[in-house]
């Protein structure tokens, strides 16, 4: 896989992680996840993928940008996606999809990344858009409330 390089950027404040990985840039979704509630990261960014219009966006990006997608695979996450049993890790997805969109990254220094080649002339420019409000959409995800048992 070889490897990475990674540079802090910031965005309205907060450290955000990007990382260079074969001449591809990554943005941390962890760090932005963090910067809205620190302790459901892992939440935040399974609660955003679980998420039909996210999961929608995902496919026809990897379509438009993987060789080795595996589109009868990423059909069976489309038709199960919004459904309240339906779960996913970018893991998950990466493993079932061959995805190159989302890296997953274990351990301390680990994390989930997007790809942040969102734009590629007219032709994804309403995708751009879209995943802008998939960003928001993670930022903005209510916090997951521990049940009283």
Avoid: C
């Avoid at 059909?75 to 893991?91: C, E, H, M, V, Y």
């Avoid at 995805?99 to 989930?112: D, F, L, Q």
């Amino acid at each position: 896989m070889g490897k990475a390089l990674k540079a802090i950027m910031r965005v309205k404040g907060t450290a955000v992680t990007v990382l260079t990985q074969r001449e591809d840039d990554y943005i941390s979704l962890t760090d932005i996840a963090r910067h809205k509630n620190s302790e459901r990261i892992d939440d935040l960014i399974r609660n955003w993928l679980r998420n039909r219009n996210t999961i929608e966006f995902l496919g026809v990006w990897e379509r438009l940008n993987n060789p080795v997608f595996k589109p009868v695979e990423f059909d069976g996450i489309r038709i199960q996606a919004g459904l309240n049993s339906f779960t996913l890790t970018p893991k998950q997805w990466i493993e079932k999809t061959a995805a190159i969109g989302i890296v997953s990254r274990p351990g301390r220094y680990g994390g989930t990344f997007a790809h942040m080649k969102l734009s590629q002339g007219e032709r994804l420019k309403r995708l751009n858009e879209i995943a802008i409000r998939q960003m928001q959409v993670l930022t903005s995800v209510p916090a997951v409330k521990k049940l009283k048992g």
